[in-house]
C-alpha cells in the first residue's frame, strides 16, 4: 500500500529536476541575450565604422575633386598668360614650347623645335641640378607647384633669368602625367636688386669726395660699363662741367677734368634737364667720343629745380634698355644732388668774408 510520504518523495524529486532546468534554461537565455546585446553593440561599432569610412572616402573624394578643379583653373591660367608656356607629356616625352617662350629667348617658333633636349638644353649648366631636383620633387608630389628661379640662355648667348612655375596634372591614382609651366622673365627685376645692393653697399658710410668715387665705380661694375663720371656745372648758365669723380673698367679710378658741353652727348643732358641714352652709334652722332657705342646721361637737379652736374656712363659695345634701371638711380641722382648743395654750402661758409665797404 502505497502512502502518502512515499508519494511525495519521487513528486519532489521531480520537481527539483524542474527547477534545476529551469534554471539552467534561464542562465541559457540570459547568456544568449548578454550574446545578442554584445553582438547588437558590435555591429552597431561596424555600422558606425563603415559609416565613418564611407565619409572620409566621400570627403577624400571631394578633397581630390577640388584639387583637380583648382588644377585645371590653373592649367587655364597658364595657357592664357602672355608669358612663356611649356608642356610636357611626361609618358610620351612630347614637348611643346609655345612660340612666346621661344621668343622670349630670341628663336623664331621654327628656330628650336620641340622636344625634351631643346627644352632642358636652355638651362644654364649651372642651374640644371637645382631645376632638375624641383622637377623631381613636384612630381613625387611633394611641392604643390612649381615655383623655381634659374637662368636660360638666350639666343645671343646671354643668360636669361626667368621665374618658372608649373603644375603637374595627375590621374587618380595621384600619379603625375602632364606638366604644364610658365616661364618669366625677371632679368630687369633681379639687375635693378643687383644694382642696388652693389650701390648702396659701395657706398655706405661715404660721403663727399669718397661718396662721388664709390658711386661712379660700383654703378659702373654693376651695369659692365667701360666708364663712369659724375660731374658739377662749372659756370652758369652751363656750358663747362667738371667731373667729381672718374672710373673706367682698364684704369680704375682716375683725375678729374673740365670739359665743354658742345659738340659732346652731355650737353643734352645739362642744358636740356634729360635724360639720354644712345644705346648705339654714338661715334657717329658725336664724333669727339671717338671708340664708344653707348651712352647713358642723367641729369642731377638741385632743390631749387636747377641742374647741378650729371651721371654718365659711356660703353664700348651696343647696349640694350637691360642698363635702364631707372628708379636705382633716381635714389642715388638725389643723394649726389644733397652732397652737392652740402658741399657747396661748406664752401660758401668757410669762404673769408669780403672787407667792410669792398665792392663786387
Known amino acids: 500500500m502505497i502512502t502518502l510520504p512515499n508519494l511525495f518523495v519521487p513528486l519532489l524529486a521531480l520537481l527539483g529536476a524542474g527547477v534545476f532546468v529551469f534554471g539552467t534554461w534561464a542562465r541559457a537565455r540570459a547568456g544568449e541575450a548578454r550574446l545578442a546585446g554584445r553582438l547588437a553593440a558590435l555591429e552597431r561599432r561596424v555600422s558606425e565604422q563603415q559609416q565613418a569610412l564611407e565619409r572620409a572616402e566621400a570627403a577624400r573624394e571631394s578633397a581630390e575633386a577640388d584639387l583637380r578643379a583648382t588644377e585645371q583653373r590653373y592649367l587655364i591660367a597658364l595657357r592664357g598668360s602672355q608669358d612663356g608656356l611649356w608642356e610636357w607629356d611626361i609618358a610620351s616625352g612630347a614637348v611643346h614650347l609655345s612660340p612666346r617662350w621661344k621668343g622670349m629667348l630670341g628663336f623664331e617658333s621654327h628656330q628650336l623645335p620641340d ?93 663727399g669726395a669718397r661718396f662721388f668715387a664709390a658711386m661712379v665705380q660700383h654703378f659702373a661694375r654693376a651695369l659692365q660699363v667701360d666708364s663712369a663720371f659724375i660731374t658739377e656745372c662749372a659756370d652758369d648758365p652751363p656750358t663747362r662741367v667738371r667731373t667729381l669723380a672718374y ?11 673740365e670739359y665743354e658741353l658742345a659738340g659732346t652727348p652731355c650737353e643734352a643732358v645739362i642744358r636740356g634737364a634729360r635724360d639720354c641714352f644712345h644705346p648705339e652709334g654714338l661715334e657717329r652722332l658725336f664724333p669727339i667720343e671717338q ?61 673769408p668774408a669780403a672787407p667792410a665797404g669792398a665792392t663786387t
Open 291 to 351: 671708340g664708344f657705342e653707348a651712352y647713358l646721361g642723367l641729369p642731377i637737379v638741385g632743390s631749387d629745380g636747377r641742374v647741378l652736374g650729371h651721371l654718365a656712363f659711356l660703353d664700348r659695345r651696343a647696349r640694350d634698355e637691360e642698363m635702364l634701371v631707372d628708379r636705382v638711380f633716381r635714389i642715388f641722382l638725389s643723394r649726389a644732388a644733397a652732397e652737392i648743395e652740402r658741399l657747396r654750402l661748406l664752401a660758401r661758409q668757410s669762404a
Open 115 to 207: 622636344d625634351l633636349a631643346a627644352w632642358r638644353g636652355r638651362v644654364h649648366e649651372d642651374d640644371r641640378a637645382g631645376f632638375e631636383q624641383a622637377l623631381a620633387e613636384h612630381l613625387a608630389g611633394q611641392t604643390p607647384r612649381l615655383d623655381h628661379e634659374l637662368r636660360l640662355t638666350h639666343a645671343d648667348g646671354r643668360a636669361r633669368v626667368v621665374l618658372s612655375r608649373g603644375v603637374a596634372i595627375r590621374d587618380e591614382s595621384g600619379r603625375a602625367y602632364r606638366l604644364v609651366g610658365l616661364d618669366t622673365d625677371v632679368t630687369a627685376l633681379r639687375r635693378v636688386q643687383l644694382v642696388l645692393d652693389a650701390v648702396a653697399d659701395g657706398t655706405d658710410g661715404t660721403a
Open 247 to 257: 672710373w673706367s673698367a682698364a684704369g680704375g679710378s682716375g683725375g678729374n677734368f
